[in-house]
């Protein structure tokens, strides 16, 4: 397994961006499918995005496809979530989660972050 903290949540307008960070720790992290889920006040988690462990290939939800853009950064044990042209539905806590492989399923994450909270504000 591997321990996992976020940053960079925060308030910010709609329409406005915000860069998420989730940072690793573990040697075997290279080999890890990482992904960001969030969970909005009252609804149950959801899958936002995954980046396999090469970075070729990347998933999306339909709610973010075009606004959110997952990345990795391997040397740095680094993942990252950009996102764009932000809406008030937005708003929840963002998780990072890794997995031996890439999916669009909660369940197949075995390490979780604690969390980071993005408001947007209308």
């Known amino acids: 397994q591997v321990q996992l903290v976020e940053s960079g949540g925060g308030l910010v307008q709609a329409g406005g961006s915000l860069r998420l960070s989730c940072a690793a720790s573990?040697?075997?992290?290279?080999?890890?499918?990482m992904a960001w889920l969030r969970q909005a006040p009252g609804q149950e988690r959801e899958f936002v995005a995954a980046?396999?462990?090469?970075?070729?290939?990347?998933y999306y939800a339909d709610s973010v496809k075009g606004r959110f853009t997952i990345s990795r950064d391997n040397a740095k044990r680094m993942v990252y979530l950009q996102m764009n042209s932000l809406k008030r539905e937005d708003t929840a806590v963002y998780y990072c989660?890794?997995?031996?492989?890439?999916?669009?399923?909660?369940?197949?994450?075995?390490?979780w972050g604690q969390g980071t909270q993005v408001t947007v504000s209308s």
């Open positions: 989660a890794a997995s031996r492989k890439i999916s669009g399923n909660e369940g197949e994450y075995d390490s």
């Open positions: 980046i396999s462990w090469s970075a070729v290939n990347t």
């Open positions: 573990g040697r075997t992290f290279s080999t890890y499918a």
